[in-house]
């Protein structure tokens, strides 16, 4: 979730069509008590090239050493599902001056101009990074393999499997693409509900919200998902 990649109550697509999070909590995954905040170092960069690559899409401060970005938005879901045993890290950049419509506090609605991205690491290798961009045509999803070398990542259409060695399995934008539709926008795993109340609170102290929101409730405890 989501950002760029399916981060809802919908779970992950695998590459064979059954879903990596299989649709199953990770119940050693607290629930957050304070969101995740960023070291000063780099900012994230326009996307030059085709887009092929990963490296000129600009969303990490450092692509070398995998840094994030200083000005990424990152966030974890209350609660995680299970994906084959995967670690992820997601962070949201937002266009210059941008804000986050909560209007309807059940539909968020992202700027154009977002990306919202998702990373995978499985076995202490990078597997593969999502990246969901809104743009004034409508979303745009894209996925990337990342090498055994850890150097680059390559856009995929048709999946992969056993990325880097591991027995992870990348999705095809065909099964990313249905996940994402069932929300307007795309944007999965990124709304009230899913996120813990310090970390609306502090986005919203923050002024990433059109409508402040100075105490947030949302959502039954111990339901939310990914």
């Not at 506090?105 to 961009?133: A, C, S, Y």
Request: charged residues 20%; aromatic residues 6%; glycine residues 10%.
């Amino acid at each position: 979730d989501d950002g760029a990649e399916s981060d809802s109550g919908t779970a992950d697509a695998g590459a064979d069509g059954v879903p990596d999070d299989a649709g199953v909590l990770d119940s050693t995954v607290p629930p957050l008590d304070a969101p995740v905040m960023m070291d000063a170092g780099p900012t994230s960069q326009p996307a030059t090239g085709d887009g092929t690559l990963l490296s000129m899409q600009g969303v990490y401060g450092d692509f070398a050493t995998h840094l994030l970005p200083s000005d990424g938005i990152t966030y974890t879901p209350r609660w995680e599902l299970w994906t084959d045993g995967a670690t992820k890290r997601r962070w949201i950049l937002l266009p210059a001056g941008g804000r986050i419509d909560n209007t309807n506090q059940d539909h968020w609605k992202f700027p154009v101009g977002t990306r919202l991205v998702k990373e995978f690491t499985r076995d202490q290798q990078l597997v593969e990074t999502r990246i969901l961009e809104l743009l004034a045509s409508g979303p745009s999803l894209r996925t990337y393999v990342w090498n055994a070398a850890q150097t680059e990542a390559v856009l995929t259409i048709d999946g992969a499997s056993n990325v880097a060695g591991t027995q992870h399995d990348v999705p095809t934008a065909h099964e990313c693409g249905k996940c994402h539709q069932s929300e307007t926008g795309g944007a999965l795993g990124v709304q009230a509900v899913q996120l813990s109340s310090s970390t609306i609170a502090a986005w919203s102290n923050a002024n990433r919200f059109v409508v402040p929101i100075a105490n947030p409730t949302f959502g039954p405890t111990g339901t939310a998902t990914e």
